[in-house]
């Protein structure tokens, strides 16, 4: 059997045990234990011989082997030293998976670079080489890993990975449901979003509070190259849904308040027939990515900035 089938609940006690340890819940250290939802997680992110794979969150490298079996190259990270070091242990035998031991993110609005260098050095080596993420992802960190993966030089084809049910839900959300927002827009206006399979806590050790979800993401790089700027975009979709429950007119007159006077706001949400009681939620993507484009030629027309920029309020 290969190493990385052997993650049950008595291996992985015994292997913390042995090394006088504690899964870190800080880190969400919640290792999935049902073999067969591994090797779902694996199968869904559809690997090819020709994939480098960025998996974040190497844990003890269960899925990391399986990854690897099926892929030119696996990148993974794991921020805790002696998860990486055990790790490093099970995976002796692979020569085609590069371990880093480091925090995948520099911050909550980027990822760390040495992660990005490493899978454009991998890609580089075959012109025919395609970037996949595939991951059980720590929850807490699950939102920046995957909305700024979709900000970065080199856009993932597809994202596979376990996080919590309800990011999941947010995620594939509808417009005028209560969990469609930012994330839903920001996904949904570049990707192909879907939840594979909703999983009980009970697969995991320890078991977390919630229910979690195998979600599988793919890119759509013609939805991407529709939006002329996605810098200005995923500020403007964050800036709308800060503040849901109000009225978008007073939101974008706070949000363009350095750029736009309110007669501006004004005449933007008319050349659209935007009444002064329309909500945010209210508005399909493509209604979204029209307002957003109409806002963005305004702020140049008034301004005469060529490519401006939205201050994000959330940071
Ligand atoms: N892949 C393993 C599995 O499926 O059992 C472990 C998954 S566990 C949910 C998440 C892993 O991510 C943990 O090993 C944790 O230490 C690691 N981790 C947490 N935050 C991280 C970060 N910012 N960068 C890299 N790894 C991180």
């Known amino acids: 059997m290969a190493k990385q089938n052997r993650q049950t609940i008595s291996y992985l006690s015994n292997r913390f045990e042995e090394v006088g340890l504690n899964p870190n819940k800080r880190h969400g250290q919640n290792f999935l ?7 779902l997680l694996a199968r869904s992110a559809k690997l090819t011989p020709n994939d480098v794979v960025l998996e974040i969150g190497t844990g003890m490298g269960s899925l990391t082997g399986l990854l690897a079996d099926q892929a030119a190259q696996v990148i993974t990270v794991e921020i805790d030293q002696y998860l990486h070091q055990m790790a490093r242990e099970e995976l002796e035998e692979y020569d085609n998976i590069e371990m880093l031991k480091q925090d995948c993110l520099k911050n909550k609005n980027n990822f760390a670079p040495e992660v990005i260098d490493a899978v454009k050095r991998h890609l580089a080596i075959d012109e025919n080489r395609t970037f996949k993420l595939a991951a059980n992802l720590p929850y807490n960190v699950a939102t920046p890993i995957i909305a700024n993966l979709l900000r970065c030089e080199v856009v993932p084809a597809s994202m596979t990975v376990t996080i919590q049910k309800e990011l999941a839900d947010r995620i594939v959300a509808a417009p005028g449901s209560k969990d469609y927002g930012a994330l839903s827009i920001w996904m949904q206006s570049m990707c192909d979003c879907e939840i594979v399979r909703i999983m009980s806590p009970k697969v995991f050790w320890p ?14 790089p013609e939805r991407r190259a529709a939006l002329p700027d996605v810098d200005f975009f995923y500020a403007f979709v964050r800036a709308m849904f800060f503040h849901r429950r109000k009225f978008m007119r007073s939101v ?10 309110k007669s501006h706001v004004d005449e933007v949400l008319q050349s659209m027939a935007l009444g002064p009681d329309a909500r945010t939620e209210q508005l399909t993507l493509d ?8 806002f963005r030629q305004k702020v140049i027309e008034v301004t005469g900035v060529e490519r401006p920029v939205m201050e994000n309020q959330s940071d």
């Open 287 to 294: 209604q979204l990515r029209e307002l957003c484009e109409h």
């Open 252 to 261: 974008a007159i706070s949000a363009f308040k350095r750029q736009l006077e």
């Open 207 to 220: 078991r977390p509070k919630v229910e979690s979800a195998i979600i599988h993401i793919e890119h759509r």
């Open 33 to 39: 234990i049902d073999l067969n939802l591994i090797q």
